[in-house]
């Protein structure tokens, strides 16, 4: 049971209300992370803007960085993140297949080595210490620019706060990423736990 009630729609000011339109043009919900982050409106807009740049903005692929968000919740083992990187991953067009593999992207034919380097840093990176190393940033400068590496380390940066955020309030899972975390991840561990 979420600790914080996400706020409706007609508690928020304008400019939250037209990213509350927004989120349901793109997504058809708005996240209750933000409905949440709503009681302190300048939060929760400094929020939309930073995910944004980071997530929306700049040259690797969206694909890419919805995956690098998804390996990063699962490291973190935030349940309500998975789902929502599940949701945007199959939005950005990864497959079922790919998404319920990238726990296993060193082994499984669907990534790259690109993609491989940029998800083994992604998964260092969210561990408690950070294991993150010399030899995987000389490894992602093989497949990506410096610029690409910000936009990298900045997507698991985000999800650093948004698992923090969204395990700490024990946030309500949405129906929609619910299901497609059921769909895509029904081979792996995934449950809703604590986010019911």
């Not at 302190?40 to 690098?68: C, D, H």
């Not at 390996?71 to 998404?99: E, F, T």
């Amino acid at each position: 049971m979420a600790h914080l009630r996400p706020l409706d729609r007609e508690e928020m000011d304008d400019e939250l209300q037209a990213l509350y339109q927004h989120y349901e043009n793109t997504r058809g919900f708005m996240p209750n992370s933000i409905r949440t982050m709503a009681r302190r409106p300048n939060i929760a807009k400094r929020f939309g803007a930073l995910n944004q740049a980071v997530l929306y903005e700049g040259t690797v692929s969206e694909e890419l960085k919805m995956l690098v968000s998804l390996i990063s919740s699962q490291a973190s083992g935030c349940r309500y993140c998975q789902s929502h990187m599940a949701n945007l991953s199959s939005i950005y067009k990864a497959s079922d297949k790919k998404i319920a593999a990238v726990w296993e992207f060193e082994s499984s034919e669907l990534f790259d080595e690109g993609e491989r380097a940029a998800l083994r840093l992604a998964y260092k990176a969210s561990l408690l210490p950070n294991e993150a190393s010399n030899e995987d940033f000389a490894e992602l400068a093989k497949h990506f620019d410096e610029g690409q590496v910000v936009e990298i380390v900045a997507s698991v940066a985000l999800f650093g706060f948004l698992n923090r955020w969204n395990d700490t309030m024990s946030t309500e899972l949405e129906t929609l990423p619910k299901q497609v975390a059921e769909r895509a991840l029904q081979d792996t561990d995934w449950e809703v736990g604590k986010h019911q």
